[in-house]
């Protein structure tokens, strides 16, 4: 009777862990397909101090987040997958404004299906972004399987993802921080300032720290192996609708139809649709 009480109580457990996984993933899906909205319209220059504003709001909420978390140990490791990701987001405007929003995210989410017609120079720094995006979880991952462990540098470490979201959002800023530096030396000291950008970039750094909040949360309760095909490839779909419905900055043909364009059409799988984007 005890047995089936505690296999009853086992999968209900269960249960509730992944719809808090699915919805996690779901709502981050949601606002990473979305975060480079409010700057889309917005002039950035080179884009290197609205990267510098986004990773500034991003570091405010993770330190939001730790104080509810009642500040768990910090673990330097986890901040490489900062650097990770921010050398990666140094890439984001000049992609966005290249290509688009909705074909930067889709080349970000699936690069090694379109490696193939990705030749331009935009195109290319998409591929790098979503090398460096995939592998910055790396660090954390790493921490949580040795902390499994008896005998490592990690045993004990927490289990819980979102205890690391603190040091690896202060990866991201300090990366930035030194990013935003170099570029202020190399321009000596007279830096591209947009003032117009800072709380559309604001806006932009608080939707991808709640975003990738959620993404911390579904590998918790997913793990890893489940959310990462989930939030790789649902905020292309999600970028391609802000794309075609409110920025029309893609045309979408039937799969097979003869439409003409220099690079050729993209199809996205799965939707029956083709992504346009001329002299990409």
Known sequence: MNIGKAYGAAN????TDQVI???????????FGTNFVPVKKFDTGDGMFFQWILCASIWVVSLVVNLIQNCPRFWPLAMVGGFMWATGNVTVVPIVKTIGLALGLLIWASFNLLTGWASSRGCGLAVVAGILYGSSFI????????????????TGASQFDLDYVFAHFSGIFLTSTIYFFIYCAIRKNKPYVY????????????LWAIANCCWFLANHYLS?????????????LVAAMWGVLV???????????????DLGPTLLPGTGMQFIRPGC
């Open 224 to 236: 890893a192996v489940v959310s990462f095909p989930i939030i790789t490839a649902g905020p292309g």
């Open 12 to 15: 209900i457990s269960n249960g």
């Open 21 to 31: 996984g699915f919805t996690c993933s779901a709502v981050a899906v949601l606002l």
């Open 195 to 206: 003032p117009q950008a800072i709380l559309p970039g604001f806006a932009s750094g608080v």
């Open 247 to 261: 920025f029309k900055e893609i045309k979408i043909g039937l799969a097979g139809r003869d439409l003409k364009d």
């Open 139 to 154: 660090p954390v991952l790493y921490i949580k399987d040795h902390g499994r462990r008896n005998e490592t540098a990690y």
